[in-house]
């Protein structure tokens, strides 16, 4: 097997031109907005360039101070600075402008394409450092949009108009001024580098300090609990330290290469003054254009100074924008069906079934063969990690076969359009999602929001939810928190039972569904699942034995095989694996 070649400096560089060119196709379609911006910096180094011009007038008028030399250079100074201020306004308004314009399309991009990536995608990323890429990754993209840009027009612009100034007046003197332009490049060059590198680990170690932070804010109570405050203090200081380590090398570098560009400006300047005192160069300059020419040269520090210091905010951009635009290239769910049916009996068939996660040897699943009649309840039993979760993740491809088919009426689940194929089956999971919204809001979720009110409340009603409802202040649109923090664990549960009744889907999974509910709480959910498992395939992981004692048959999972299938009855009477399972659960309860 042979090593990766890492890619050379050519290639590395290649890759960055092209990264910030696809970045500024993001600000084609507002040209109108980017024309005005330019016209604006025109203005603004046109003015600049002006008012180092306009030293010769400012001379000439000391030296001869009659009464229309002070109204001109009056009118002069007013008439330059109220330019300079249109150019300013116009540029920074008009690339700002682009440049949120770019950030709301990048952030709708990057958001549309997490919508639509596998479940791998979400395995393999923590959601912190994906929250970190639509926020701080993506407003360091704006720099290298709005600021950067903004700066390298405006005073690139003003450094050309000084420079044509300076020819015009005296092209000799300007040759000498330029002589320290190579050395600047160098320093640049190698301020550029350094400012990409750095850049990306501040990135990393953003998504690291968001990452930490979400996790301890979300399991406030287990931190509590368990006297997990000191340790999560360290964790957040160690990822923030490794934070500020990043930020200070990238604010020094920033803060030994300008002023090392101003000593080479200025060792420029000062060569101009020895210089420009020998009578053969100065040859018939006057007193006013001698000043005019040093001013367009010290003039010209402050821009030169700019658009290097510019170079931190572009390579922090294209840093950030090639993680963002990695995200928006990760392939997709593969969605190539066609076949999309109104509704499906619900006859399920796995035909020689196996799976296994990415990047492992070793099949979760093996030789999974099964036929489930529309309308039969089955349920899955097994200890934990047999792969029963695995096998009903499946169903709606929320992970891809690696072998073997599975087959719904008939056609394989690949052939169905995926939201067609997700629209005929609703899922109740151990870990209950709720969103920050009404609980009306939470049961009537996605495609199930045009349901009326009557519709909502039957669901909740049959889920056993209305009791703890209509004791809510404001009934239905009650607002329940982040993922439901107002409610108890039962109440989160029957929400979620409710939101799948709502669906009225002709396939039902539930994994562990009763789990976080009360025995009491549990004997009127089962009651509420019992009828709405009749007429619909239902596929049922439960822990606890007692809950799927009536359903049509039993699957006993092991190793990522069924390793026995029948009634309730059955199996007790085998002796077998549910036997032993349905004994140890008969004493632990005893």
Known sequence: M??????????????????????????RPFWIAFSLAVVGNVIYAAASTGMAAAMEYVITAIENPT???????TLLIVGVFAFRGLGTFMSQYF???????????????????????????????????????????????????????????????????????MLYTNWKLTLIFLAVGPLIGLVVS??????????RRIQGSMGDITHVASEAI????????????????????????????QSLKMASTQAISVPVIQVLVAVAIASLVWTMLAPEIRGAMTTGQLVAFITAATTMAKPIRQVTSVHAKIQKGVAAAHDVFETMDEEPEHDNGSFEPERV????????????????????????????????????VGRSGSGKSTMVSLLPRFYEISEGDIRIDGCSIRDFRLSALRAQIALVTQNVVLFNDTIAANIAYGALRDHSLEEIR???????????????????????????????????QRLAIARALLKNAPILILDEATSAL?????????????????????LVIAHRLSTIEKADRILVMDGGRIVESGRHEELLAAGGAYAQLHQMQFSESA
């Open 518 to 538: 009360d025995t009491e709480s549990e004997r009127h959910i089962q009651e509420a699942l019992e009828t709405v498992m009749q007429g619909r395939t239902t």
């Open 218 to 245: 979300t399991g406030y109570r287990v931190v509590r609990t368990f006297g997990g405050e000191g340790y999560e203090r360290e964790r957040f200081r160690q990822v923030s330290e490794r934070n500020l380590k």
């Open 95 to 165: 690339i700002s402008y682009v440049g949120r314009q770019v950030i709301n399309a990048l952030r709708t991009q990057v958001f549309d394409r997490l919508m639509d990536l596998p479940s791998r995608y979400f395995d393999d990323n923590a959601s912190g450092r994906l929250v970190s890429k639509l926020t701080f990754n993506v407003e360091q993209v704006a720099e290298a949009t709005t600021n950067a840009v903004t700066i390298t027009l405006r005073e690139g612009l003003t450094i050309l108009g000084l420079l044509g100034f």
């Open 190 to 199: 190698y301020a550029s580098k350094r400012f990409r590198k750095i850049s």
């Open 345 to 380: 009996e619900g006859n399920i068939e796995f035909d020689r079934v196996a799976f296994r996660y990415r990047d492992q040897l070793d099949n979760v699943l093996q030789d999974i063969s099964l036929e489930i009649p529309a309308g039969q309840s089955v349920a899955l």
């Open 458 to 492: 039957e669901a909740a009603a049959k889920a056993h939810a209305l009791e703890f409802i209509d004791r809510m202040p404001d009934g239905l649109d009650t607002m329940i928190g982040d993922n439901g923090v107002m409610l108890s664990g039962g109440q989160r």
């Open 67 to 73: 009464d229309q030399n002070r109204l001109f250079l």
């Open 2 to 27: 042979t090593e990766p070649v890492a890619p050379t400096p050519t290639a590395r560089a290649g890759s960055n031109w092209q990264t910030y060119k696809r970045l500024l196709a993001y600000a």
